[in-house]
């Protein structure tokens, strides 16, 4: 039997990846570039920016070239599917990861919680994004 994954598995697999994202770009970036992120705020809108492209061209590739795991969730034991079990394609993580972006920053964050809500009340544990998506994400460990 499949087993959808918990909110707190999924916030901490986005969690790690964000942090292995993150902060080798900063360390890059600010050893190559020398920018103070702290004290420049053009700089600072700059790079915050750029962390958005690429973290969210993570979030799309690594799971549909690594049959639906990003590092996070592969050290979690969780996988992002399609509904019917299939592994997922890029035009269901472009979507996926484009309502993420855009609905939860324009609705600031409110969406995120409805979300977090239904993570925790629903049975199949299915967010927004994945019921616009069709998308499931399973604990593979749980038993």
Known sequence: ??????????????????????????????????????????????????????VTVYMITLPVIWYGWSIGKRLLGIRITHVNGQDVTWPVMIKRELFILVVYTLTFGLFLLLSGVMMITRKDKRALHDLMADTKVTDENAE
């Open 1 to 54: 039997m499949i087993f959808p994954a918990k909110l707190w598995q999924r916030f901490f697999a986005r969690l790690i990846d964000g942090l292995i994202i993150g902060v080798p770009i900063v360390f890059l970036l600010s050893f190559t570039v020398g920018y103070d992120f702290v004290i420049e705020p053009r700089a600072n809108f700059i790079f915050n920016l750029f962390m958005l492209l690429i």
